[in-house]
């Protein structure tokens, strides 16, 4: 991803987040919710009564989806989005 001045930025996850509204999973959104609280798999799935494995297969789902690549983006996206369920 070439990188976006702030604007840009916001329009860019703006619109990853109206994808998230359109696309994800009641649980993804609450895998997700948690991730942009910065917990570990299996915080969330301890949280979420989950095994941690469907938690990794939930995240791996969600960056499909919304076509996040790499640690750096996902990060970002997750700090955005953590903004959002606030």
């Not at 009641?26 to 915080?43: M, R």
């Amino acid at each position: 991803m070439k990188l976006l001045d702030n604007q840009d930025r916001n329009e860019y996850y703006l619109s990853k987040t109206e994808a998230v509204m359109n696309t994800l999973t009641s649980q993804e959104l609450k895998v997700l919710k948690h991730a942009s609280a910065d917990l570990t798999n299996k915080e969330i799935a301890k949280q979420m009564c989950i095994s941690d494995q469907t938690v990794k297969k939930h995240r791996q789902n969600i960056y499909q989806k919304l076509n996040l690549q790499g640690t750096s983006e996902i990060r970002q996206f997750l700090r955005y989005i953590g903004a959002v369920f606030r």
